[in-house]
């Protein structure tokens, strides 16, 4: 993954930018990654390809962009990955090996894919994916929910991203008990259903604060 962290650092990824706003705030707040959800219209943050591009030509140059799909067509995903549209793909749907290795045939760019935790078996699934990272989450995104991160007691120390139930009052305890490679927020940074400024500038503001 790009951007500017180091392996001594937790990054963080704000998901879920759909407004020229939203791209003002993580520019002021300079988050490691950020995510659009691409194509997904039951989302409400959902974006275009187009508005996608309108997005991205603002964007910090320091902030790694990453699109979110679920169960797109791996083209589609290639293309704008190969234009430097977005610099990663978040797989969130039931995207298996067989389609990660045909994105792989496409590109060579980062993949990450998410996974739902409410289990151990859920875990064993996700340590053995053959994307470049892992996310776990408490379901399909977004929700604001978080699994029972006790489980990751359990984890084989393979780097993941940490998602649900993260804002800036829980996020510091959970990198120092937990270690992930980073956090994502989405709807704990939000107010009335948007990104909201100071709620993403104290997010980030918690992980930079961190000292292990």
């Not at 007691?153 to 980073?182: C, M, Q, S, T």
Request: a negative charge; glycine letters at 8%.
């Amino acid at each position: 993954m790009t951007a500017g962290k180091t392996d001594r650092e937790t990054g963080i990824k704000i998901c879920g930018l759909s407004r020229m706003e939203d791209i003002g705030y993580v520019n002021e707040a300079q988050p490691d990654y950020c995510g659009f959800v691409i194509g997904v219209p039951a989302s409400r943050r959902n974006v275009t390809v187009t508005q996608l591009a309108r997005l991205r030509q603002r964007l910090s140059e320091q902030i790694c962009p990453v699109g979110v799909f679920v169960n797109a067509v791996p083209e589609l995903i290639a293309e704008l990955l190969n234009d430097g549209v977005i610099d990663a793909a978040q797989l969130h749907g039931s995207e298996d090996e067989a389609y990660i290795a045909r994105l792989r045939d496409m590109t060579d760019k980062p993949l990450i894919k998410a996974f739902s935790i409410q289990n151990l078996s859920d875990l064993e699934e996700a340590e053995k994916s053959s994307a470049d990272l892992v996310l776990l989450d408490h379901g399909k995104g977004g929700t604001g929910a978080a699994f029972d991160w006790e489980l990751l007691r359990y984890w084989k120390k393979r780097p993941y991203i940490l998602a649900g139930g993260l804002d800036a009052g829980n996020i510091p305890e959970a990198v120092r008990k937990y270690h992930p490679y980073a956090v994502d927020l989405s709807s704990s940074v939000e107010r009335s259903g948007k990104k909201d400024r100071e709620k993403i500038l104290a997010a980030v503001a918690a992980v930079r604060s961190i000292t292990i």
